[in-house]
């Protein structure tokens, strides 16, 4: 599930995410301010201004107010015990230490144990709620897919198909269930795309593989959402099936239509989520879409390799699939690759004229 760090932090989460001067000056610049510097100072949802400036460059033995509400995220999340500790102390003790390696190793961030602003700005950002689980990698190993604990997959005859239905009674309506349902036909596409997997829309909710609906609050799972900025959506795990949206959000199509600063795309936690509901857990991998966070008005609705090859190493790749239309797809459509090309380019031309005249 996707989720803004919930309660007190949803507003720290907003102001990262909304692109205000401090969520940019942090992104684009290395952080080179010390805790004596530095006031960073947010407003939660009571209103009321905080200061979590407090938590950078924190170590171990070191009492940090608020870091109590960190220890229940990572908590949430899977980064620390469920039983025999205590997460309402405020100490920088040697397990929250040791979940925070771990946080920063599982999200992709400079591995320090220490509560650097970017670790601190990734605990403040939005993302799915599925805990961040860890498959122990090969040594050397290049890939950075993961997979649900036993790895469970979908088991049907070949060729795999599997039917989906939008709850009639769980909706939205402030979007048309007929433009809900081309996103939806998108986002599922993009995976039957690259593995041997058909999706059909059925309008038969009780019988259908996978169940989507907008939900709010708690809605009997144990899961419960939290209104807005809070958990965005959560799905399960095979063969589960569920796919719950947080109807509190802001759910947008098209951000031309859609101009709320807290607008989420669905079509991107639509295809994040239905790579859980294929056997997907979160990638470190920050290009994957089945990376955990997003942020508002973002999209990420193209498969990176490391979902393809994730997702292949569950169901083997559709026969109409190869990594060639990928290059040629990734050539065409993005800048960096095009500047990698053209820069390769020149420094060949440049390396012939000395071999041919030097
Ligand atoms: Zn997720
Ligand atoms: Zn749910």
């Known amino acids: 599930m996707f989720l803004f760090l919930t309660n007190h932090f949803s507003l720290v989460i907003n102001i990262f995410l909304l692109g205000s001067p401090l969520c940019f000056a942090a992104r684009s610049t290395p952080p080179t301010f010390t805790p004596k510097q530095t006031h960073t100072t947010v407003v939660n949802q009571d209103n009321k201004w905080i200061d979590v400036s407090g938590f950078f460059y924190s170590q171990k033995g070191s009492h940090v107010l608020g870091l109590s509400k960190l220890k229940k995220y990572f908590h949430r999340f899977g980064y620390l015990p469920s039983q025999d500790y205590n997460v309402s102390h405020n100490t920088f003790d040697a397990t929250f230490e040791s979940a925070g390696i771990h946080y920063q190793s599982r999200l992709g961030l400079p591995v320090t144990g220490m509560l650097e602003f970017e670790t601190v700005s990734k605990i403040m950002a939005a993302r799915c709620g599925v805990p961040d689980f860890h498959t122990a990698q090969t040594l050397h190993a290049t890939k950075d897919y993961v997979f649900f604990p036993g790895k469970p997959r979908w088991a049907r005859h070949v060729p795999m198909k599997l039917t989906y239905a939008f709850s009639k009674e769980y909706l939205i309506n402030y979007l048309k269930i007929s433009d809900i349902k ?89 295809i994040h989520e239905i790579g859980h509901l294929l056997g997907l857990a979160h990638s470190p991998n920050k290009e994957a879409v089945m990376y955990a966070t997003l942020k508002p008005r973002d999209k990420k609705v193209d498969l990176a390799l490391d979902d393809i090859q994730g997702v292949q190493a569950l169901y083997g790749s559709n026969p109409n699939f190869t990594f060639g239309s990928l290059l040629e797809s990734d050539i065409s459509t993005n800048p960096a690759v095009n500047l990698r090309i053209r820069w390769f380019m020149w420094a060949t031309l440049i390396l012939l004229w000395f071999l041919m005249f030097m």
């Open 182 to 270: 081309v996103v939806f036909k998108r986002a599922f596409g993009k995976w039957a795309s690259v593995i041997p997997v058909s999706f059909i829309e059925t309008d038969d909710y009780g019988f259908a593989d996978i169940r989507i609906g907008f939900y709010s609050g708690d809605h009997g799972d144990g899961e419960p959402f939290d209104g807005v900025l809070g958990v965005l959506a959560h799905s399960f795990s095979p063969e589960s099936g569920k796919f719950h949206l947080d109807a509190a959000e802001t759910w947008a199509i098209d951000f031309e239509m859609e101009k709320s600063p807290v607008a989420v795309d669905l079509e991107s936690v639509a």
